[in-house]
C-alpha cells in the first residue's frame, strides 16, 4: 500500500493581484447570498479560464483542436521531472541545452516542471519584472520535449513562451499539436530540488469543451 510522505501545492490562487496576466479580465468575486439574509453563503466569480494555475488544451491555438473535456482523466497525472532553472537570467531562453541533461531521467508520458522561480511572485517589487523578464522556452527546448514525448510542460509563468508574441504562437502551437499539455502559472518552490521525479496530480476544473481550465495542481512524495 503506497502512503503518503507528502504533498506540496503548487498552485496560484486565481485573483487578479498585481501579478495577474496582463491580458486576462480581472477578476470579479461577489457574495451572492448571505447567512443573515439567506441562510446561506455563495460567491459568483468573473474571470478568464486562463487565469491562475491552469491548463490549456489544443483547442487554445488550433482550430478544432482537443478540448480539456476530450481527455481522459489518465491524462492529468503521473511522473513530473524537477528541472532546475533557479539560476536562469531575467529574459533568456530556455534551450535544449538546459534539458539535455535530463534526458537520462526523463521517460516518455512523463510531466516536466520548468522551476525558474519566477512564481514566487512576493519577491518582485515591480509587477512589470514578473510580467515581462520571466525565463521562456525556446524553439530548441520545445522540439526536445516533443521528441522526448512528454505527456505535459509547466511553468511557474503564465506564459511558457514568455511575451514575446511570435515565441508565445510558435511554442503554444508546437506543444498543443504535438497533444502535450501546458501547465501554466505554477508555483515551483525549491523543495522540489529535493527529489528528481515527483507523482503529479493535475485535474482540471471540468468546464466542458472550453481551450482551459483551471487547476489545482500538486507535487505528491509516496516516501
Same mark, same amino acid.
Given at each position: 500500500m503506497l502512503r503518503i510522505k507528502r504533498?506540496?501545492?503548487?498552485?496560484?490562487?486565481?485573483?487578479?493581484?498585481?501579478?495577474?496576466?496582463?491580458? !486576462?479580465?480581472?477578476?470579479?468575486m461577489d457574495i451572492c447570498a448571505t447567512h443573515d439574509k439567506n441562510g446561506w453563503?455563495?460567491?459568483? +466569480?468573473? /474571470? &478568464?479560464?486562463?487565469? &491562475? /494555475?491552469?491548463i490549456d488544451a489544443p483547442i487554445h491555438k488550433i482550430k478544432n483542436g482537443k478540448t480539456i473535456a476530450d481527455y481522459p482523466l489518465q491524462r492529468f497525472h503521473g511522473y513530473g521531472v524537477v528541472v532546475d532553472l533557479f539560476n536562469k537570467e531575467p529574459g533568456s531562453e530556455i534551450t535544449a541545452?538546459?534539458? $539535455?541533461? $535530463?534526458?537520462?531521467?526523463?521517460? !516518455?508520458?512523463? +510531466? +516536466?516542471?520548468?522551476?525558474?522561480?519566477?512564481?514566487?511572485?512576493?519577491?518582485?517589487?515591480?509587477?512589470?519584472? $514578473?510580467? $515581462?523578464?520571466?525565463?521562456?522556452? &525556446?524553439?530548441? !527546448?520545445?522540439?526536445?520535449l516533443i521528441e522526448s514525448k512528454v505527456n505535459a510542460a509547466g511553468i511557474d509563468h503564465f506564459s511558457i513562451g514568455g511575451m514575446d508574441?511570435?515565441?508565445?504562437?510558435?511554442?503554444?502551437?508546437k506543444l498543443l499539436a504535438a497533444d502535450i499539455l501546458?501547465?501554466?502559472?505554477?508555483?515551483?518552490?525549491?523543495?522540489?530540488?529535493?527529489?528528481?521525479k515527483w507523482y503529479i496530480f493535475a485535474f482540471p476544473v471540468f468546464t466542458g469543451n472550453t481551450s482551459g481550465s483551471f487547476a489545482r495542481i500538486v507535487a505528491v512524495d509516496f516516501g
Open positions: 504533498i506540496i501545492d503548487l498552485s496560484q490562487n486565481i485573483d487578479s493581484g498585481k501579478y495577474n496576466n496582463p491580458l !486576462a479580465p480581472v477578476l470579479k453563503m455563495a460567491e459568483t +466569480i468573473f /474571470t &478568464g479560464l486562463h487565469a &491562475g /494555475t491552469h541545452k538546459d534539458l $539535455y541533461k $535530463y534526458k537520462k531521467v526523463l521517460k !516518455a508520458n512523463d +510531466i +516536466i516542471l520548468l522551476c525558474t522561480g519566477w512564481g514566487n511572485k512576493e519577491k518582485f517589487k515591480d509587477p512589470n519584472d $514578473y510580467i $515581462y523578464k520571466s525565463p521562456w522556452l &525556446g524553439e530548441s !527546448a520545445c522540439d526536445f508574441e511570435r515565441n508565445v504562437s510558435v511554442i503554444h502551437e501546458i501547465f501554466e502559472d505554477l508555483f515551483l518552490p525549491e523543495i522540489l530540488l529535493e527529489k528528481q
